[in-house]
T-cell receptor, first 114, second 117 residues
Framework: GNSVTQMEGPVTLSEEAFLTINCTYTATGYPSLFWYVQYPGEGLQLLLKATKADDKGSNKGFEATYRKETTSFHLEKGSVQVSDSAVYFCALSDSGGSNYKLTFGKGTLLTVNP | GAVVSQHPSWVICKSGTSVKIECRSLDFQATTMFWYRQFPKQSLMLMATSNEGSKATYEQGVEKDKFLINHASLTLSTLTVTSAHPEDSSFYIC?????????????FGPGTRLTVL
Protein backbone atom coordinates (compact mmCIF):
# COMPACT_ATOMS: atom_id res chain seq x y z
CA GLY A 1 0.00 0.00 0.00
CA ASN A 2 0.87 3.66 -0.10
CA SER A 3 2.91 5.24 2.64
CA VAL A 4 4.65 8.52 3.41
CA THR A 5 7.62 8.94 5.72
CA GLN A 6 8.66 12.40 6.76
CA MET A 7 11.26 13.80 9.06
CA GLU A 8 10.19 13.72 12.66
CA GLY A 9 10.24 16.94 14.54
CA PRO A 10 10.10 19.13 16.24
CA VAL A 11 12.32 21.40 14.19
CA THR A 12 13.40 24.68 15.76
CA LEU A 13 15.11 27.34 13.69
CA SER A 14 16.07 30.96 13.97
CA GLU A 15 14.52 33.49 11.65
CA GLU A 16 16.17 33.60 8.20
CA ALA A 17 17.60 30.10 8.56
CA PHE A 18 17.40 27.53 5.76
CA LEU A 19 14.70 24.88 6.12
CA THR A 20 14.59 21.32 4.84
CA ILE A 21 11.93 18.81 5.82
CA ASN A 22 12.56 15.42 4.26
CA CYS A 23 9.77 13.33 2.80
CA THR A 24 9.94 9.96 1.04
CA TYR A 25 7.09 7.85 -0.21
CA THR A 26 6.08 4.39 -1.30
CA ALA A 27 3.33 4.05 -3.88
CA THR A 28 2.19 2.00 -6.81
CA GLY A 29 2.01 3.82 -10.08
CA TYR A 30 2.60 7.52 -10.37
CA PRO A 31 1.20 9.42 -7.42
CA SER A 32 0.72 13.14 -7.04
CA LEU A 33 2.62 14.64 -4.12
CA PHE A 34 1.59 17.42 -1.77
CA TRP A 35 2.73 19.49 1.16
CA TYR A 36 0.06 20.74 3.54
CA VAL A 37 0.54 23.24 6.35
CA GLN A 38 -1.51 23.54 9.52
CA TYR A 39 -1.24 26.78 11.46
CA PRO A 40 -2.29 26.74 15.12
CA GLY A 41 -6.06 26.44 15.49
CA GLU A 42 -6.68 26.15 11.76
CA GLY A 43 -7.38 23.41 9.24
CA LEU A 44 -4.81 21.95 6.88
CA GLN A 45 -4.07 24.14 3.89
CA LEU A 46 -2.50 23.05 0.63
CA LEU A 47 0.97 24.60 0.44
CA LEU A 48 2.20 23.17 -2.85
CA LYS A 49 1.93 20.14 -5.07
CA ALA A 50 3.58 18.28 -7.94
CA THR A 51 1.82 15.83 -10.20
CA LYS A 52 4.64 14.20 -12.15
CA ALA A 53 8.33 13.41 -11.93
CA ASP A 54 10.73 16.39 -11.95
CA ASP A 55 7.88 18.84 -11.36
CA LYS A 56 8.68 21.54 -8.82
CA GLY A 57 5.90 22.86 -6.65
CA SER A 58 6.40 26.29 -5.09
CA ASN A 59 4.45 28.73 -2.96
CA LYS A 60 5.24 31.43 -0.39
CA GLY A 61 8.97 30.83 -0.81
CA PHE A 62 8.66 27.08 -0.21
CA GLU A 63 9.72 24.59 -2.87
CA ALA A 64 9.66 20.84 -3.35
CA THR A 65 10.75 18.77 -6.34
CA TYR A 66 9.17 15.42 -7.25
CA ARG A 67 12.11 13.01 -7.46
CA LYS A 68 10.96 9.67 -8.83
CA GLU A 69 14.41 8.09 -8.72
CA THR A 70 14.72 8.67 -4.99
CA THR A 71 10.94 8.61 -4.29
CA SER A 72 11.31 11.90 -2.44
CA PHE A 73 9.57 15.26 -2.17
CA HIS A 74 11.65 17.28 0.29
CA LEU A 75 10.33 20.68 1.38
CA GLU A 76 12.76 23.61 1.38
CA LYS A 77 12.74 27.30 2.11
CA GLY A 78 15.74 29.55 1.91
CA SER A 79 14.84 31.93 4.71
CA VAL A 80 12.15 31.09 7.22
CA GLN A 81 10.07 33.61 9.12
CA VAL A 82 8.36 33.44 12.51
CA SER A 83 5.04 33.26 10.67
CA ASP A 84 6.12 29.95 9.10
CA SER A 85 5.77 28.24 12.48
CA ALA A 86 3.26 25.45 11.89
CA VAL A 87 2.92 21.71 11.35
CA TYR A 88 3.85 20.53 7.87
CA PHE A 89 2.41 17.34 6.34
CA CYS A 90 3.69 15.53 3.29
CA ALA A 91 1.02 13.57 1.43
CA LEU A 92 0.37 11.61 -1.71
CA SER A 93 -2.63 10.74 -3.81
CA ASP A 94 -2.80 8.04 -6.40
CA SER A 95 -5.93 9.54 -7.94
CA GLY A 96 -4.36 11.85 -10.47
CA GLY A 97 -3.96 15.48 -9.52
CA SER A 98 -7.34 15.87 -7.90
CA ASN A 99 -5.81 15.52 -4.42
CA TYR A 100 -8.47 13.39 -2.90
CA LYS A 101 -8.04 10.20 -0.88
CA LEU A 102 -4.75 11.32 0.57
CA THR A 103 -2.12 9.34 2.43
CA PHE A 104 -0.31 11.53 4.96
CA GLY A 105 2.99 11.52 6.75
CA LYS A 106 3.02 12.07 10.52
CA GLY A 107 3.65 15.77 10.30
CA THR A 108 6.63 17.89 11.33
CA LEU A 109 6.26 20.72 13.82
CA LEU A 110 8.35 23.74 12.84
CA THR A 111 9.03 26.51 15.30
CA VAL A 112 10.83 29.64 14.10
CA ASN A 113 12.25 31.93 16.76
CA PRO A 114 12.89 35.63 16.19
CA GLY B 1 -11.22 32.85 5.99
CA ALA B 2 -12.20 29.28 6.72
CA VAL B 3 -13.99 27.43 3.94
CA VAL B 4 -14.78 24.31 5.95
CA SER B 5 -16.07 24.43 9.51
CA GLN B 6 -16.46 21.74 12.13
CA HIS B 7 -18.67 21.72 15.18
CA PRO B 8 -17.96 21.24 17.95
CA SER B 9 -14.25 22.04 18.11
CA TRP B 10 -13.95 19.85 21.19
CA VAL B 11 -16.23 17.55 23.13
CA ILE B 12 -15.98 15.47 26.27
CA CYS B 13 -18.45 12.65 26.80
CA LYS B 14 -19.06 9.67 29.02
CA SER B 15 -18.34 6.15 27.88
CA GLY B 16 -21.37 4.58 26.17
CA THR B 17 -22.83 7.79 24.83
CA SER B 18 -22.96 8.89 21.19
CA VAL B 19 -21.39 12.02 19.81
CA LYS B 20 -22.20 13.82 16.57
CA ILE B 21 -19.66 15.97 14.75
CA GLU B 22 -20.71 18.29 11.94
CA CYS B 23 -18.67 19.31 8.93
CA ARG B 24 -19.90 22.16 6.75
CA SER B 25 -18.52 23.59 3.54
CA LEU B 26 -18.88 27.35 3.39
CA ASP B 27 -19.41 29.16 0.10
CA PHE B 28 -19.09 26.05 -2.04
CA GLN B 29 -20.80 22.75 -2.67
CA ALA B 30 -18.82 19.72 -1.65
CA THR B 31 -19.27 16.80 -4.01
CA THR B 32 -17.25 14.60 -1.70
CA MET B 33 -16.42 14.80 1.98
CA PHE B 34 -13.78 12.84 3.83
CA TRP B 35 -13.37 11.98 7.48
CA TYR B 36 -9.92 11.51 8.99
CA ARG B 37 -8.73 10.51 12.41
CA GLN B 38 -5.47 11.63 13.95
CA PHE B 39 -3.77 10.21 17.01
CA PRO B 40 -1.07 12.20 18.81
CA LYS B 41 2.12 12.34 16.79
CA GLN B 42 0.57 10.15 14.10
CA SER B 43 -0.58 10.65 10.55
CA LEU B 44 -4.06 11.57 9.55
CA MET B 45 -5.78 8.28 8.76
CA LEU B 46 -8.65 8.30 6.27
CA MET B 47 -11.73 6.73 7.81
CA ALA B 48 -14.33 7.11 5.10
CA THR B 49 -15.35 8.92 1.96
CA SER B 50 -18.89 10.16 1.48
CA ASN B 51 -20.77 11.54 -1.48
CA GLU B 52 -23.95 13.51 -1.10
CA GLY B 53 -27.02 11.31 -1.10
CA SER B 54 -25.19 7.99 -1.10
CA LYS B 55 -23.69 5.64 1.47
CA ALA B 56 -20.22 6.32 2.72
CA THR B 57 -17.29 4.16 1.66
CA TYR B 58 -15.28 3.06 4.67
CA GLU B 59 -11.59 2.25 4.74
CA GLN B 60 -10.47 -1.20 5.77
CA GLY B 61 -10.60 -1.67 9.52
CA VAL B 62 -13.09 1.14 10.18
CA GLU B 63 -16.36 -0.06 11.73
CA LYS B 64 -19.22 1.45 9.79
CA ASP B 65 -21.71 0.69 12.56
CA LYS B 66 -19.47 2.47 15.02
CA PHE B 67 -18.79 5.56 12.94
CA LEU B 68 -21.99 6.59 11.21
CA ILE B 69 -21.62 9.07 8.39
CA ASN B 70 -24.45 11.03 6.87
CA HIS B 71 -23.88 13.32 3.91
CA ALA B 72 -27.33 14.82 3.74
CA SER B 73 -26.58 17.81 1.56
CA LEU B 74 -23.83 19.30 -0.57
CA THR B 75 -22.71 21.44 2.34
CA LEU B 76 -23.10 19.19 5.36
CA SER B 77 -21.73 15.85 6.49
CA THR B 78 -21.99 14.42 9.98
CA LEU B 79 -19.94 11.79 11.78
CA THR B 80 -21.60 10.09 14.72
CA VAL B 81 -19.43 8.07 17.06
CA THR B 82 -21.86 5.58 18.58
CA SER B 83 -21.43 4.08 22.04
CA ALA B 84 -18.14 5.87 22.43
CA HIS B 85 -15.35 4.36 24.49
CA PRO B 86 -12.05 5.81 25.72
CA GLU B 87 -10.18 4.28 22.78
CA ASP B 88 -12.30 6.43 20.46
CA SER B 89 -10.69 9.53 21.96
CA SER B 90 -8.93 11.24 19.09
CA PHE B 91 -8.79 14.25 16.81
CA TYR B 92 -11.34 13.98 13.98
CA ILE B 93 -10.81 16.05 10.86
CA CYS B 94 -13.10 16.42 7.89
CA UNK B 95 -12.32 17.69 4.44
CA UNK B 96 -14.53 18.70 1.57
CA UNK B 97 -13.80 18.42 -2.10
CA UNK B 98 -15.41 20.84 -4.50
CA UNK B 99 -14.90 23.78 -6.80
CA UNK B 100 -14.19 27.18 -5.27
CA UNK B 101 -13.17 30.16 -7.36
CA UNK B 102 -12.81 27.90 -10.35
CA UNK B 103 -10.37 25.48 -8.73
CA UNK B 104 -11.19 21.87 -7.89
CA UNK B 105 -9.46 21.15 -4.64
CA UNK B 106 -9.88 19.78 -1.15
CA UNK B 107 -10.33 21.97 1.94
CA PHE B 108 -9.86 20.78 5.48
CA GLY B 109 -11.79 21.64 8.60
CA PRO B 110 -10.01 22.68 11.81
CA GLY B 111 -10.76 19.37 13.53
CA THR B 112 -12.74 18.19 16.54
CA ARG B 113 -11.06 16.89 19.69
CA LEU B 114 -13.08 14.05 21.21
CA THR B 115 -12.33 12.86 24.73
CA VAL B 116 -14.28 9.89 26.07
CA LEU B 117 -14.13 9.42 29.81
Amino acid sequence: GNSVTQMEGPVTLSEEAFLTINCTYTATGYPSLFWYVQYPGEGLQLLLKATKADDKGSNKGFEATYRKETTSFHLEKGSVQVSDSAVYFCALSDSGGSNYKLTFGKGTLLTVNP
Amino acid sequence: GAVVSQHPSWVICKSGTSVKIECRSLDFQATTMFWYRQFPKQSLMLMATSNEGSKATYEQGVEKDKFLINHASLTLSTLTVTSAHPEDSSFYICSARGTLRGTDTQYFGPGTRLTVL
